[in-house]
């Protein structure tokens, strides 16, 4: 049964530290989401990668927060530096058609 | 431009039945429907198409409505395992691709 897979599940670090947060794609897919969710604000969408080119991250803040796909089995979520409002869980998701299949999620903390 | 849920939670006795409902200020092209349990990722329920199309896995119904720019989930004879919070996600088209933007989010209760 594929899956999506994130590492860290639980990330817990100091404000300013830098944070990286990896996601593995259901092999086959060809688009990753990151997404992150909140109370406040629900599911939102940071990054959007289709056969690892970025074609969305409007959502991002630009300034602390990165994405990329170095290749088709790995994507990555960088912070830095962090800042207690990050905190939040990020999912990844990838899909190869409708349906987007979500990993298990990164719940982030930052003190 | 977020689609707006309504209610915004629910609570039934198992068996009893729910609507979950999913309003667009814009025009709607598909809405997908997900399912978050506490604690978990979400998980893909059906994809509603322009045009009448439906696509889903469970024995959950829903409907499409394109002149009211919305979208009704039903949930009939609800089993315990129903519980959960209820995303509509809307699509949002861009230069030649296009992305989901999710609802709040209804979340239901089922007891016993």
């Not at chain 1, 990844?92 to 299949?101: I, K, P």
């Not at chain 2, 089993?79 to 949002?92: I, R």
Request: aromatic letters at 10%.
């Amino acid at each position: 049964d594929a899956r999506v897979t994130q590492t860290p599940r639980h990330k817990v670090t100091e404000m300013g530290q830098e944070v990286t947060m990896r996601c593995q794609p259901i092999l086959g897919h060809n688009t990753v989401f990151w997404y992150r969710q909140t109370m406040m604000q629900g599911l939102e969408l940071l990054a959007y990668f289709r056969n690892r080119a970025p074609l969305d991250d409007s959502g991002m803040p630009k300034d602390r927060f990165s994405a990329e796909m170095p290749d088709a089995t790995l994507a990555t979520l960088k912070i830095q530096p962090s800042e207690p409002r990050d905190s939040a869980v990020y999912f990844c998701a990838s899909g190869n058609g409708d349906t987007q299949y979500f990993g298990p999620g990164t719940r982030l903390t930052v003190l | 431009q977020q689609p707006v849920q309504s209610p915004q939670a629910v609570i039934l006795r198992e068996g009893e039945d729910a609507v979950i409902n999913c309003s667009s200020s814009k025009a709607l092209y598909s809405v997908h429907w997900y399912r978050q349990k506490h604690g978990e990722a979400p998980v893909f329920l059906m994809i509603l198409l322009k045009g009448g199309e439906q696509k889903g896995h469970e024995k959950i119904s829903a409907s499409f409505n394109e002149k009211k720019q919305q979208s009704s989930l039903y949930l009939t004879a609800s089993q315990l395992s129903y519980s959960g919070t209820y995303f509509c996600g809307t699509e949002k088209w861009n230069s030649g691709y296009s992305t989901l933007t999710f609802g709040k989010g209804t979340m239901l209760l089922v007891s016993p």
